[in-house]
């Protein structure tokens, strides 16, 4: 089973320069709206979070996240960037899940 997720560096900058900005207390949500059928999620984790270790557990924290939120997600044709914005040592998924959820409903993306 193949993910659907933004690859290209071009397709992350979009979403940056046009799109809208949630910020919550560990992750920063990116958004744009556009006239596709999917949703596709995209994951960043700087180096500033820590080494490879730490940088790809919070990604599959994240994407976690957004699987278990994705069937509540309002609208087709949606490109979502998930920044880091955390430390995953002493981050369980739950205190994630609630911090993506609030900043998902915030900006009316989930119901």
Wanted: no cysteine; glycine share 8%.
């Amino acid at each position: 089973m193949s993910r659907s997720t933004l690859k290209r560096n071009s397709q992350f900058r979009l979403v940056y320069s046009k799109g809208a900005k949630v910020a919550g207390k560990e992750v920063v949500i990116y958004f744009l709206r556009n006239d596709g059928d999917k949703v596709l999620p995209g994951y960043v984790a700087s180096r500033k979070i820590g080494k490879a270790v730490y940088r790809s557990r919070s990604k599959r924290i994240m994407r976690e996240a957004f699987r278990r939120l994705s069937p509540r997600i309002k609208e087709k044709g949606l490109w979502i960037v998930f920044v880091a914005a955390f430390q995953p040592k002493g981050k369980t998924l739950k205190e994630v899940l609630e911090d993506i959820e609030g900043s998902m409903s915030t900006a009316g993306l989930i119901s």
